[in-house]
């Protein structure tokens, strides 16, 4: 089974700190990715990598950076909290593009923030 | 510009039912669809897949169907079940080689026992 672990479940952090998260996978996956899930809006892609130290910019980037220094890890990082990046944030991860793979991606149970 | 739209919110049925979700798209070059479906403090699960090629994908009490000329697909629940209530995404995967999907922004679905 693919595991997609986030280090944590609920995250509480103020105003202007620096926030890590975390996401660890265990399948060799070449892709890996942040989504954040607001009621209403679905699942917007934050950041995505496709190989160890590659990025690319989602949908809404602004306010975030990453980091990927080995394959299994993948980081978000908020450079200084802001109370509208209150949310649900999922990282995911996928195979490499293939016939088989289809593009399934694994999702993490989630880190839920709140910015005060 | 919102490729992947699921225009209801939300959906009730009576359990043993039919629910059936709708979403619709815009980009053509889409060539796989995707179902997730999300419980409450979850990540979201792949359901179930259909590629563009074939207009319906059938497993167990899962079934998608594609319409391409109306750009619209639809994922029907059959019977329906308690369990079975939770939010449902669709997604268009169109990425050649980035893995990259486009995610609609969700129904919720509530079978009622």
């Known amino acids: 089974d693919v595991k997609v672990t986030q280090s944590s479940r609920y995250l509480v952090k103020r105003t202007g700190e620096k926030v890590f998260l975390e996401c660890v996978q265990d399948?060799?996956?070449?892709?890996m990715f942040w989504y954040r899930q607001d009621p209403g809006l679905g699942l917007r892609l934050i950041y995505f990598?496709?190989?160890?130290?590659?990025?690319e910019k989602g949908d809404i980037p602004e306010g975030y950076s990453v980091s990927r220094e080995k394959k299994e890890r993948f980081s978000l990082i908020l450079e200084s909290a802001s109370t509208n990046q209150t949310s649900m944030y999922l990282c995911?991860?996928?195979?490499?593009?293939?016939?088989?793979?289809?593009?399934?991606?694994?999702f993490g149970a989630g880190t839920r923030l709140s910015v005060l | 510009d919102q490729q992947v739209k699921q225009n209801s919110p939300s959906l009730s049925v009576q359990e043993g039912r039919i629910s059936i979700l709708n979403c619709d798209y815009t980009n053509s070059m889409f060539d796989y669809f995707l179902w997730y479906k999300k419980y409450p403090a979850e990540g979201p699960t792949f359901l179930i897949s259909i590629s563009s090629i074939k207009d319906k994908n059938e497993d167990g009490r899962f079934t998608v169907f594609l319409n391409k000329s109306a750009k619209h697909l639809s994922l029907h629940i059959v019977p329906s079940q308690p369990g079975d209530s939770a939010v449902y995404f669709c997604a268009g995967d169109g990425s050649s080689n980035t893995g990259k999907l486009i995610f609609g922004q969700g129904t919720t679905l509530q079978v009622k026992p």
């Open positions: 399948m060799d996956h070449e892709n």
């Open positions: 990598s496709y190989d160890v130290k590659m990025k």
């Open positions: 995911a991860s996928s195979l490499l593009r293939g016939e088989i793979a289809k593009n399934i991606q694994y």
